[in-house]
Structure formats: C-alpha cells, structure tokens
C-alpha cells in the first residue's frame, strides 16, 4: 500500500505542475498533424494508410517520449532533496525502494495517458478518412507497448541522474546531453564509424548490436513497417535484421530494468 501511497502523490505532484496536460496536449499535437500530413502518400504508394501514420509516429517517439521521461524524472530525488521533502519522506515505514518504484508507477501512468491519447486519435482520424476496411490495429498496440518500453527506459535513466546530483539545474542539464547523445550524436557517430568502414568487418559484425544496444534505435527498428513499404523508413531499417527482433525487444525490456537497479542503488546512498 506505501508504493500507492507514493503514487497517487507524485500523481498529484504531475497535475499540479502540469505534467499530465503538457504530455497529453504534446503527443496529441504532434501525432494529430502527423496522421493528417501523412495521408497523402498512401494513394500514391498504395499501401496501408495505418502504417503511413505509424512509421511518422515511430520518428516522433524516437525523440518526444524519451524527452518527456527524462523531463519528469530529473528531480524525483534532486528536487525533493532541494526542497527538504526527502528527508521527511524518508522517515516514513517504507523502503527507497517502494519510494523509487511509486514515483516509476506514477511517471509511467502520466507517459501512458500520453501515448495512449495520442494512438487513439491516430486510430480515429485514420478510421474517419479510410474506414476500417483492410485496418490492421496490431502494429498500434506494438507501438503503444514499445513505447511505454522506452519512456520506462528513459525514466530510470532520470532516476539515476537525480540520485548522483544534488542540484535540479545540474540535473535538468545532464538529461539533455543524455537525450541528444541517445536520440541524436549516437546514430551520427554510428554513420560516420560506418562511413570510415567502408562495409568492413564493424559494417557486418559490430554495428548492428551497437544499433540495438541504443534503447531508441531498438525501439525504431522494432516498429519498422515491412520490407515492400522499406521506403517510408528510416535508412538504419536494413540494418535491423542483421541482430534480429530477438535482440531489438532484449534491449528495449531490458533498459528499464537496468535503469531502475542503478537508479535504486545510487539512491540508497543519497543523504538528505
């Protein structure tokens, strides 16, 4: 009952500060003008207008749902340490442990809402222009279960940043470099190893797992549409196969683990 506890407060922390309405009304944006712009090449491509809409939305994700858990979980620790709540909180009967996982339960819930809004009115705008002929809503619920796999990944990543710093500036800005190395240096450093190979031996052997080993790139390349629609996507598409989707969903499910076992074990040492 202690980690509901904890939920239900950092719940209300989100609404006051806005977070639940400021990660709804961003996905429903992006997401809305994405399915709207991308109705127009399916005529000409033929293919699925449900996957034209997914394959824009998994772009959008890659970048909008790491950001958004990383910018609920900077000062989960810092903040309240900040502000004198941890110490309190900390005198209650409860392990660091349900307090870590309470706040999980609760960033999490506020990044499902988001997502889940968003993939809805996916669904219904795609529905209102085509019908429901010849739509298939599996590739949707893969999305919306990956996705909730990367925020929770991001999440403890900014669980773990909180707990090593002390100040929320310092931590606000780590999470940034932490969002722009994995969403963008990563993969740039990647092309340019790639250029400099020349299709050698990291080419065929090592970049696919690099890739992989990305939560982000795991995540895109597990929604990647298939091979006859290979052009609506990314260029790092064909690379995906070479490590399977055995090692893409390994990565995604195992980030948030490892993300939240360091975060946990760097806030056991945190003094209030």
Known sequence: MSIFA??????????????VATSVILMALFTVVLTLAGGAPTGTLGVDPLTVAI????????????????????????????????ALNLTYPMSRGEILIGKFLAHLS??????????GLTAVLTIWQYGMTDLSFQPLLKLFATSLALGAAFLGIGYLVSSLVRQTGVASGIVIIIWLICVVLYDLGLLGALVADDGGTFT???FPWLLVANPADAFRLINMPDLSVSELASGV??????????????????????ALFLAWTAFRRVEP
């Open 204 to 206: 065929k052997d090592i």
């Open 110 to 119: 506020v990044l499902g809402v988001a997502i889940a809004v968003g993939l």
């Open 55 to 86: 394959t824009s939305i998994t772009t959008l994700s890659v970048y909008l749902i790491p950001l958004i858990g990383l910018l609920l979980s900077f000062d989960a620790i810092a903040g309240e340490a900040e502000r004198g709540t941890l």
């Open 237 to 258: 598409g064909a690379a995906g196969g070479a490590s399977g989707t055995m090692g893409q969903l390994t990565s995604l499910l195992l980030w948030p683990i490892i």
């Open 6 to 19: 904890i939920t239900r407060l950092e719940l209300l922390i989100a609404r006051r500060n806005m977070w």
